[in-house]
T-cell receptor, first 114, second 115 residues
Framework: GENVEQHPSTLSVQEGDSAVIKCTYSDSASNYFPWYKQELGKRPQLIIDIRSNVGEKKDQRIAVTLNKTAKHFSLHITETQPEDSAVYFCAASTRGGSNYKLTFGKGTLLTVNP | NAGVTQTPKFRILKIGQSMTLQCTQDMNHNYMYWYRQDPGMGLKLIYYSVGAGITDKGEVPNGYNVSRSTTEDFPLRLELAAPSQTSVYFC??????????????FGSGTRLTVV
């Protein structure tokens, strides 16, 4: 089955700096890679996703890059703000079928210091 | 749309008691999932369902049971609660179509403590 590794497990940055979280996956058939943000005591919420036919996707201060050859993808947050502090999870999945499910990384605790 | 609704939000159980965590979605999603999240840890899949009448085990199914009699509902049953089942439980759902797959929509979670 799919295995997703996520690094680092904790990340502390100063407000205004950039933050990068990296994930690798094992199944070359995986084709969908979402990122979730989970604030303390809240549910995970989808913040951005990328499909295997795209190399990069941006949404304001957030971007995700995908390298299919190396089987890794990364989340980039620019101009970080205190409200970006949360746990971030990456995930990977294969297309459809009776066994469709996301495999999650273990999460990265991001702390943005004012 | 209410999305994915979980009840209860909090529950304290005594060792050996049983309970059902409720999950319902109003998005007509065919795929539904139950995850548990231990403090400071990631999400572990307990059970999932690809449609009414079809369920399958995830990575940590022991001590739990599920059923899926309708598209909307996917209850999780805990029999003989143990302290190791103290966790936050999230239900999630998604849909697939012929063009693409999509991320999950999560419920707000159930915080369960077994004492």
């Amino acid at each position: 089955g799919e295995n997703v590794e996520q690094h680092p497990s904790t990340l502390s940055v100063q407000e205004g700096d950039s933050a990068v979280i990296k994930c690798t996956y094992s199944d070359s058939a995986s084709n969908y890679f979402p990122w979730y943000k989970q604030e303390l005591g809240k549910r995970p919420q989808l913040i951005i996703d990328i499909r295997s036919n795209v190399g990069e996707k941006k949404d304001q201060r957030i971007a995700v890059t995908l390298n299919k050859t190396a089987k890794h993808f990364s989340l980039h947050i620019t101009e970080t703000q205190p409200e970006d502090s949360a746990v971030y999870f990456c995930a990977a999945s294969t297309r459809g079928g009776s066994n469709y499910k996301l495999t999650f990384g273990k999460g990265t605790l991001l702390t943005v210091n004012p | 749309n209410a999305g994915v609704t979980q009840t209860p939000k909090f529950r304290i159980l005594k060792i050996g008691q049983s309970m059902t965590l409720q999950c319902t979605q109003d998005m007509n999603h065919n795929y539904m999932y139950w995850y548990r999240q231990d403090p400071g840890m990631g999400l572990k899949l307990i059970y999932y369902s690809v449609g009414a009448g079809i369920t399958d085990k995830g990575e940590v199914p022991n001590g739990y049971n599920v059923s899926r009699s309708t598209t909307e509902d996917f209850p999780l049953r805990l029999e003989l609660a143990a302290p190791s089942q103290t966790s936050v439980y999230f239900c999630a759902s998604t849909t697939l179509d012929g063009r693409a797959n999509y991320g999950y929509t999560f419920g707000s979670g159930t915080r369960l403590t077994v004492v």
